[in-house]
């Protein structure tokens, strides 16, 4: 079965054509699509050609089958894919819209010390339609259509490596970003990487307005491998330096996330190491406490030293916030509510 919103606008062209069907259908599928319908409540296509799409495609790739909200608003979603898998997704409202944080892999290889989304393992990539599904599906469980949407930002910061499946992830921006479609715009979309360095260098290549973020999260080599495993495959030199490539082609101001955990990677000398690293770079600092992750022995630095540590790289002229942490009272966090689910009901 193919998953009709892996296709592009173009693709749906295609099909509609070669179904022999007038031109006006196309947009009359889009639409539908767009509003995550599925082919039972679409009224204004033909039966028989809905009956013939129903057969080869599928329209609705994933289910909200569990949904939180926290007490400062963020909601937490689960989704069951067709193939039974489960992924999450976060929604943070802001005063200037809503942002919906997406998975793209069920699992992750990465392996990060501190991430929940590594703890079950990899299982698969997410198709782009499985992607463009999450804001679909919240788009409208929020009241919104595609017209009238209700996402405005996209962050690529759930489950998984986006740069680990980078054809399906480079499709997804490209068809959310569409201008028929929910035409979220690419400058209000965040790809977070553990820094695949070729990956960064092909992704400059591809003319996207987005958001680089890079998690660097230590500012020596040796820190870094003790808490991620890609480390050992790329120098913190090589991923700067092809964040520096990126910005010279895009433009796009990089941002990095570091996770200040206790005792590891938050002393002084570290913010110093870490502004002499970055030092010239246009660039900006995310820093975000850890959330504790209870199957590790890792935790979130107190807020003063968060504090001090923040003022020690804005002292050295690096631009610097702490990221409020969200979402906590409902496991908001990178892959919690997955594991919980799983464990709890598998
Ligand atoms: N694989 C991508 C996106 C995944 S998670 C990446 O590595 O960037 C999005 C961000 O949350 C990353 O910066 C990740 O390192 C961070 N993160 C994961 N677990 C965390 C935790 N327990 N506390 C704080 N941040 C965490």
Redesign the pocket.
Known sequence: MINLLDYSYEDLEILIENLRQPKYRINQLYDALQNYKDANSISNLPNDLIAILKKDFIFCPLQIIEEKTGKDGTKKFLYKLQDGNIIEGVLMSYKYGNTL?VS?QVG?K?G?K????TLNGFVRNLSSGEIIAQVLCVNKSLGGTYKNRKITNI??????????NYENVVRFIKNVSYEKGINISQRNIS?????LVEKIDALKEENLQITL???L?APTDEIRREI?P?ANKYTIKQVVEAARRYFNKTKRRIVF???L?DNVNDSFACADELANILKGLSCHV?L??????EE?N?N?TNKKRAYAFMNRLASKNISTTIRR?IGEDIDG????LRNKFISNNM
């Open positions: 944080c793209t992750c990465m990060c501190f991430c929940a989304s962050v690529l910061m759930g489950s998984g490596e986006p740069l680990d790809l977070s990487t553990c820094g973020t890079i998690s999260h991620m890609i996330e570091y996770a955990i995310n975000i406490p850890l959330n504790n992750v590790r890792l979130g942490t966090a990178c892959g919690q």
